[in-house]
């Protein structure tokens, strides 16, 4: 019991809402007037919401289609030519940079879920693993959907040339 008043008194300090996870339990504490200046009324009031889950996947399920933002991104799967736009920080400064390749493979659901491009740099191949839910990610365009039978397509990394061409789908 002394856990919880402490974390409550964290929860007082720092932050409006404050999730805590323990045995399949998830408890949501809100302080709805937290940030009143010294000459205010500074009663606090806490609402503590529990729900208890049967085990910690659902639990997991829960919190991430509750509290994670989710973008929307147009639909691709592997074979799919796509053109990824992040946002790139060095110093003061913020530039948006692109990254347009093949999609390998998508793999994953909801927060964890994260996809694999590949494209050639000169004889070079370059591939990158991009979370989906990725803060600097600014949008995704699809160029060319591809028509592959795999729904991870390896095997494009050994091939070279004529034989690296993917065919174009009429899917929409």
Do not use: W
Not at 18 to 31: V, Y
């Amino acid at each position: 019991m002394s856990t919880q008043k402490k974390d409550v008194q964290i929860c007082k300090k720092t932050k409006k809402t404050q999730l805590l996870i323990a045995n399949h339990l998830l408890i949501i504490i809100f302080a709805p007037n937290f940030g009143l200046t010294s000459g205010e009324n500074r009663e606090c009031c806490f609402e503590l919401i529990i729900i208890k889950f049967k085990d910690m996947e659902s639990l997991v399920k829960f919190v991430q289609d509750e509290f994670v933002t989710k973008k929307d991104f147009p639909e691709f799967s592997a074979g799919d030519t796509i053109t990824v736009y992040y946002e790139i920080r060095e110093g003061e400064k913020v530039r948006t940079q692109f990254f347009r390749g093949v999609v390998i493979q998508k793999r994953g659901s909801g927060a964890s879920e994260t996809f694999t491009i590949r494209k050639m740099s000169g004889i070079v191949g370059v591939e990158r693993i991009i979370p989906v839910n990725m803060p600097a990610l600014q949008k995704i365009e699809v160029n060319k959907k591809g028509s592959v039978r795999r729904a991870r397509i390896y095997y494009f990394r050994g091939l070279t040339g004529k034989k690296a061409r993917i065919k174009e789908s009429m899917r929409r």
